[in-house]
């Protein structure tokens, strides 16, 4: 492939036009937005609207006057239609970590007479640590077993599996339809995790007949550093569910200021308190960055553009071998090459930002939205001829100052 076919893939593609909706630096290609999205061109300017007008000018009645307290169901709306969830599914607020401790929480209270969290012994960290600090607290057992394990370890003790649905590092793609159906029918409710699926694939919670979901605001929803996380919990058994962390607005009526505790209907009890309303600006900005975008469209982008990525890896730089799945899997790839570390601060050095994974891994992610084809073509083109130069091969680029 040549840099005028990359080009010319690119003008075919029915997603390029979305790239103006971010403002990328001049000079770097960037093949990171699995960890941290890149800026849209509209969120500076929302932001800056929240705090000026709305807040400066308007003060407290802002709160219903922008509508800042409906911002988490709000933009959960706008959510629910990328991960496959209904209106009134999806509710916005808190980080990953603290959604996760909710509704493991809940599930767990769901399924008395069963104690056992179900996930995987690879799992993102705090996904696993979140459940070992509840196991602390209900006395319930957190089992973990490899991937390919975990459908057959589903038993009548299990509450709860949660599973993140594609792996941050490897990049793995569970069967979303047949694991749930697997939990189903061993009576287990089932969790996913959409960290590294919502923004970048078609996913489709309601098909799969999920019960549970959470996921990051800040990875391909665009939504800026450390942005509000979401939260799923499927219609037919949000009343059934209660949020461990019954917050005033979670409650039926907040501002009756009653003594006791009475959750709200519906996803409005997986509230705990008063939204982040400028963190609410930046991710509605990055939310409409999908604004008009089919998901099978985004999909099929995520596939090619990784798909070309593994095709000229293998082309042009032989030291790296492939340690992602070639069939199912997400929007990033992790390749093995024994100086990763070293290899990747010198990519970066030269403007290709990707990631580097313990212990070997260099991890590239592609966001549909703004990663083009000729982006893939360049960022090969940098690596190999940094690995035919072995110009990553020197003191500086092996000093790790800090790991991300
Ligand atoms: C990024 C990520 C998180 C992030 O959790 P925070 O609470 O936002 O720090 C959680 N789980 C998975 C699988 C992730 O990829």
Request: glycine share 10%; proline share 5%.
């Amino acid at each position: 492939m040549t840099l005028d076919e990359a080009l010319a893939l690119d003008a075919a593609d029915p997603l390029a036009h979305c790239r103006e909706r971010f403002a990328l630096p001049d000079g770097v290609i960037y093949l990171d937005g699995n960890s941290l999205g890149a800026l849209p061109r509209a969120a500076a300017a929302a932001m800056a609207d929240t705090v000026e007008r709305q807040w400066g000018d308007d003060l407290i009645a802002s709160w219903n006057k922008y509508d800042w307290i409906g911002a988490p169901q709000r933009l959960g709306d706008r959510i629910a239609p990328l991960i496959g969830a209904g209106k009134g599914e999806v509710l916005v607020g808190d980080s990953t970590s603290i959604n996760l401790f909710k509704l493991l929480a809940a599930a767990l209270a769901a399924r008395p007479g069963r104690s056992t969290i179900l996930s995987e012994t690879g799992n993102f960290p705090t996904d696993l640590y979140i459940a070992q600090g509840l196991t602390g607290l209900t006395g319930a057992t957190l089992r973990t077993v490899e991937a390919d394990a975990v459908e057959g370890a589903i038993d009548g003790d299990t509450a709860v599996v949660m599973l993140t649905h594609v792996d941050y590092r490897g990049g793995r793609r569970h069967d979303m339809a047949r694991l749930t159906a697997a939990a189903h029918a061993a009576g287990a409710l089932m969790l996913w995790d959409l960290s590294h699926s919502a923004g970048a694939m078609a996913v489709d919670l309601r098909a799969a007949g999920a019960d549970l979901a959470v996921g990051c605001g800040y990875k391909y929803l665009n939504g800026g550093p450390g942005a509000p996380a979401f939260l799923y919990v499927a219609e037919r058994l949000q009343d059934q569910l209660a949020s461990p962390l019954s917050g005033w607005l979670g409650h039926a009526e907040p501002f009756a200021f009653e003594p006791d505790y009475r959750p709200a209907p519906g996803i409005a009890r997986f509230q705990a308190g008063t939204p982040s309303i400028l963190a609410m600006a930046a991710l509605e900005a990055g939310l409409a960055t999908f604004d008009g975008v089919s998901m099978s469209d985004l999909e099929a982008k995520s596939r090619a553009l990784s798909d070309l990525f593994i095709a000229l890896v293998e082309e042009r730089c032989p030291d790296l071998t492939l340690a992602s799945p070639r069939g199912s899997r997400g929007s990033h790839l992790v390749f093995a090459h024994p100086h990763a570390f070293a290899l990747m601060q010198a990519l970066i050095g030269r403007g290709v930002i990707g990631d580097y994974r313990e212990p070997d891994l260099v991890r590239f992610g592609f966001a549909p939205l703004y990663n083009s084809f000729a982006d893939v073509w360049r960022a090969i083109a940098v690596m190999a001829d940094l690995l035919t130069s072995r110009a990553y091969d020197q003191p500086h680029f092996r000093q790790r100052q800090r790991v991300t």
